[in-house]
């Protein structure tokens, strides 16, 4: 009996089809080290933001950070309470009992959602009439109730909600996650702020690096095109830009050899560099042309709101982005005339409609989206603000700050869909079961991509600093 014929493997394959150039590609992709051999520390070969080993094997290889910036309202969105309805308009000292001193020291009466609630999905999770797109993707979400702030205005908290830390000056949660992860896109960075034009109360030090290399810290891309200043040549003759780029290297390799290895002057080399790859990738990612029809609509580009266009295609960049292995993508809201983000203090209907029609139909295209892909098991997707607000009115029809207890959700990467953690007291004043300090968040987070929070450390200041301080516990329950 003839013997059978022996298999080919892949690369014998890649070698034999086409005249070999299948194995020629494989070996472009290996010596790239977003592709090949992983280091487990940042190289100068490989540069500070090349693709590291995590702790153990990650559930999440991104985030996608949609940052609800002024704080949305948990029993207007994903805290159904029914009390509210029942006790509308009675002085809450009545019924709610001890009250906690709010940032303006205006306490009206109890005041009920103007939306109503209903159950979705095959989890019957309660959603208002808010988020009439997300609510259709309540089975991909878990929406914890129980979060709280040690801040109750917006500049502290909105440090606490990024550095785990309400002062300026600290790594952000993207800062820190591109140090322990490094970035799978050489030509990009590794954390990328689509800046919709709301930058929040505590400004750009929200997406920081701090203390670590500013190889992390977050690059704000505008909304309006282009997204980057100079990034596009085109007036510059090639053979002019190439030789200012050699000139560039030569400069940096000079001021290797005078000052040795210095981190601080590794960054700005490997920045430069970045900055030139940049102007390759950012035009192309940036082109959405080629997207089809069906998924232009999906996102909201054809809206008649300008704003629901805006953040559409934000979120269709964010998309774009996590393909092409940019680690960590946050996104702000888009500016509205009139409103001051969702910090609805009053005129509460108002605010909160015109927020939710500018971002619920695209943040429920990019869940699809993602899922179309297949990217939703990879990617972890977190909605949040700095903190909630009160169940009673600020003057007639506002609502105050409330950092004792609001709602965030999280989808994909690792998280486990469909269901609710945690429970904010009947009025939905303050959290009362499983509740979470900002740190468990962080720590959860950095868990799903693979890193041990208490080992992801930089050493600053005579002592191992770290996301969560002293502080954080993995949050197990919400894990698939």
Known sequence: MDALPTPLTRRQM????????????????????????????????????????????????????????????QVDSF???????????????????????????????ILQSPWNFRRYGQS?????????????HVDDLCVIRSLTSKFPEHTSANYFLHTGVGIQGRPSLGAWSVYGLGSENRNLPGYIVLNGGVIPSGGIDCFTNGFLPATYQGSLFQA?????????????????????????????????????????????????????????????????????????????????????RQFGRQC??????????????????????????????????????????ATDQPIAALLADLKRCGLLEETLVLWAGEFGRTPFAQKEDGRDHNEFGFTVWMAGGGIRGGMTYGRTD??????????????????????????????LTYRFGGRDMRLTD????????ILT
């Open 14 to 73: 890649l070698r034999c089809c086409s005249t070999g150039f299948g194995a020629l590609a494989l070996s472009a992709l290996l010596a790239d080290p977003a592709f090949g051999t992983r280091p487990k520390s940042a190289t100068r070969s490989g540069g500070p933001s090349a693709p590291k080993l995590p702790h153990w094997r990650p559930r999440a290889r991104n985030v996608i950070f949609l940052y609800m910036e002024g704080g949305v309202s």
């Open 79 to 109: 805290d159904y309470k029914p009390l509210l309805n029942r006790f509308h308009g009675r002085p809450p000292g009545e019924v709610i009992g001890r009250l906690e001193a709010t940032q303006f020291q205006e306490v009206g009466a």
């Open 124 to 136: 019957g999770l309660w959603v208002s009439d808010l988020f009439p797109h997300i609510s259709g």
């Open 224 to 308: 309006k095109d282009p997204p980057v200043a100079n990034i596009r040549s085109d007036r510059t003759p090639p053979r002019l830009q190439a030789a200012k780029r050699e000139l560039i290297q030569d400069l940096d390799r000079l001021s290797l050899q005078q000052m040795g290895k210095a981190d601080a002057v590794e960054s700005a080399i490997a920045n430069y560099e970045l900055a030139a790859r940049m102007q390759m990738e950012v035009p192309d990612l940036m082109d959405i042309s080629g997207e089809s029809p069906s998924v232009r609509r999906q996102y909201g580009l054809e809206a008649a709101y300008e704003q629901t």
């Open 316 to 357: 269709l960049v964010a998309r774009r982005l996590v393909e092409r292995g940019v680690r960590f993508v946050e996104l702000t809201c888009p500016t509205i005339p009139g409103l001051s983000r969702w910090d609805a203090h009053f005129e509460l209907t108002k605010n909160h409609n015109l927020n939710a029609l």
């Open 426 to 455: 009947d009025w939905g004043y303050k959290a009362v079961e499983n509740r979470l300090e900002m740190h468990d968040l962080h720590a959860t987070i950095l868990h799903l991509l693979g890193l041990d929070h208490t080992r």
């Open 470 to 477: 002293v502080y954080g516990r993995v949050v197990r329950d």
